[in-house]
């Protein structure tokens, strides 16, 4: 019963990391159904909005920035490949969620209300705060409405895609023969061409170098680029200047006294015997009496409630240990459970109890009494709740103005420096389409390299960066993109002609050699000592290479392979084959293992792609031409 609880807990405070600002701008209806005219696509009636469009390509465009660092690209985000596949995963997640409704998987009001209580972000001294609960939210601006629903929404959806993902079937036969591949080992020796010798052979003219700078002029374009000064307004920086007085904590202490209570805790075990809610009244019969059967032996022999829990509990998380269920205060349980539990005294047995999972019998083994923590001990605590109220009201104050500001007086970042009590900071050099790391994002971006910006010499407006952060900038420099000049470039130009010349040589005396060696005849090469190699263990061969080695037949050795790349060329000589000898268990339940998470995804993969032919979908792609 309770697994599912434990297990989605950390799911819950995922979603909740996950969810962007935009989102919460809207209401729940919004959030199942944007207007009409506006939306993107539609799934069996069920409308995807431009704002849940949007909140999609802000995450991944997160997780991409996250990933990639200083390669990251934000003018990517713009291309309609890129937005058409965000809204093609919105699709098959749409349509996976009807299919969830259409079978019948849902998350039960108990069931969401048990894994949102055990979010730490959302507890006080270990126990559920509703208080806590709505300002967590608050501070994303999101109402308890949307959240449940979101959360509702994903866990009905891993109910689903959970089902196929654990499907995955990986035969013995087929196991044992990848794991033969993959474990096999192949001797070689490797002859590395003379590459610098190639290269002296090389001459590049003058007008070969005009010519590949004629024909490839946008190789040697530099991007438009500015310089300028910023000013941020954040609300960590005003709660590390928030100074809170000793009479404001002990007055904050008093009010909220039953927040620093330590909850009275329960430490019992139980026997469950599972029924679902909606099951027939015969079926409830039978398991009502099976839990009577059960609950007789527990009386005649209360000393063995363990070994019977273990026995016979259906609740798999707890029956291995004996029915125990660990410590737990109210607010934690289903209500019928937690009455139970509560009304008994240490050693005692329950009745039968009976909540939407079954019949419980319950023991109760232990009670931790609460306690009130005393002021020095959560005096560090309250003085940061109310540094950081205070900086979140003083900024939500400040917002306003700093936006009025800037944009008032936008010859000047002065002015809104000075509201602030901040400083006008200097940027380097930001190139156009490129996000560097920092404050910047792709709005701030575009704003420095807006018209206004650029021409007008005005200052953006104040961007939400995110994280409660606010920067306006004013651009001091400009370079619009141009072309570097011949002069510049041409020494990069022959370098780079001569080594694609030298490389053509290698791999035509290179080739040449390949045909000898296969043909059995002696050839003047340095052969390297041998080195055995593995497909997981390529050494510093890349992978055309390495996988060109495994192709070679091991029934005809030695075999010679060849490979030209940016290096050189190269000849390897395949001088034997090692097959793995015996496989022991633990190889081959990790490779079981792994091949059953493969062909779970593709099960899914499948499966969706099957629901995606048989709904009712309509979708709005973007072109190329599109301009947002």
């Known amino acids: 019963m309770f697994d599912f609880v434990h297990e989605n807990k950390r799911i819950v405070q995922v979603i909740l990391a996950l969810i962007i600002l935009p989102f919460a701008f809207w209401g729940v209806n919004s959030a199942r159904n944007a207007g009409a005219d506006s939306s993107l696509a539609k799934v069996n009636g069920e409308k995807i909005s431009p704002q849940e469009f949007d909140n999609a390509r802000q995450q991944q465009a997160q997780r991409m920035r996250e990933t990639m660092g200083g390669q990251f690209d934000a003018t990517m985000l713009e291309r309609a490949e890129f937005k058409n596949a965000i809204l093609e995963n919105l699709v098959t997640e749409r349509v996976l969620s009807s299919e969830a409704k259409r079978e019948g998987l849902s998350i039960g009001d108990e069931q969401l209300a048990q894994i949102i209580a055990g979010v730490e972000a959302f507890q006080v001294a270990g126990k559920f705060d509703k208080k806590r609960y709505q300002d967590a939210l608050s501070a994303q601006n999101m109402t308890p409405e949307i959240f449940e ?7 009905s959806g891993r109910q689903l895609t959970g089902a196929y993902l654990n499907s995955g079937f990986a035969a013995s036969a087929v196991v044992d023969h990848l794991i033969r591949l993959n474990e096999q080992q192949r001797v070689i020796s490797v002859a590395q061409l003379d590459f610098d ?6 001459q ?4 070969d170098v005009k010519a590949y700078y004629e024909k490839n002029a946008s190789e040697f374009q530099l991007p438009e680029q500015v310089k300028v000064d910023y000013v941020s307004l954040s609300a960590a920086t005003l709660e590390n200047q928030t100074v809170i007085s000793e009479s404001a904590i002990k007055q904050y202490y008093d009010e909220h006294a039953p927040e620093f209570a330590t909850p009275e805790l329960r430490q019992a075990a139980h026997i469950l015997i599972a029924v679902a809610k909606q099951a027939s009244d015969a079926d409830k019969e039978i398991a009502k009496k099976k839990a009577e059967q059960i609950l007789q032996q527990v009386k005649q022999a209360p000393a063995k409630f363990a070994e019977l829990a273990t026995k016979n509990s259906q609740d798999p998380g707890s029956a291995a240990k004996g029915g125990d269920l660990g410590e737990f205060g109210r607010g934690m349980m289903v209500k019928a459970f937690e009455d139970g539990a509560f009304s008994l005294k240490v050693g005692e047995i329950s009745g039968l109890v009976q909540s939407d999972f079954g019949f419980h019998i319950i023991k109760l083994n232990g009670i931790k009494t609460g306690a009130v923590q005393p002021l020095a001990a959560v005096k560090a605590t309250i003085a940061q709740r109310l540094k950081a109220q205070t900086a979140s009201d003083r900024f939500a104050e400040l917002a306003e103005k700093f936006n009025n500001t800037v944009y008032e ?26 996000v560097p790391a920092g404050i910047w994002d792709a709005k701030l971006l575009a704003a420095v ?3 206004d910006a650029l021409n007008k010499s005005r200052n953006t407006s104040a961007i939400d960066v995110g994280q409660n952060v606010l920067v306006a900038a004013h651009v001091v420099e400009h370079q619009p993109a141009r072309a570097r000049p011949l002069a510049e470039v041409s020494a990069s130009i022959n370098s780079k002609l001569q080594h694609q010349q030298a490389l053509d040589l290698a ?34 061969l890349n992978v055309e290479t390495l996988r060109e080695i495994f192709k070679a037949d091991a029934k005809k050795l030695p075999a010679f392979i060849a490979q030209k790349s940016i290096a050189g060329y190269t000849i390897v000589r395949v001088n034997a084959v090692k097959d793995i000898a015996t496989i022991d268990e633990a190889k081959r ?5 792994q091949l059953q998470r493969i062909m779970g995804e593709e099960l899914l993969r499948a499966y969706s792609a099957d629901a995606r032919k048989n709904a009712d979908i309509s979708v709005k792609l973007f072109a190329e031409t599109e301009k947002k």
């Open 589 to 593: 339940a990790g490779y079981s293992q």
């Open 149 to 155: 629903y979101k959360v509702r929404q994903d866990l």
């Open 197 to 202: 010798s190639e290269l002296k052979k090389v």
């Open 449 to 451: 390299f807006s018209d």
């Open 409 to 434: 007086q936008s010859d000047s970042l002065k002015p809104a420096a000075t509201l602030i009590g901040g400083t006008i900071q200097k940027s380097a050099w930001l190139v156009k389409g490129q």
């Open 507 to 540: 791999e035509k005396e290179g080739s040449a050699l390949l045909v000898k060696l296969q043909k059995g005849e002696s050839v003047n090469v340095t052969w390297q000592p041998e080195k055995t190699i593995s497909r997981n263990q390529r050494d510093n």
């Open 204 to 207: 590049v003219s003058a007008v």
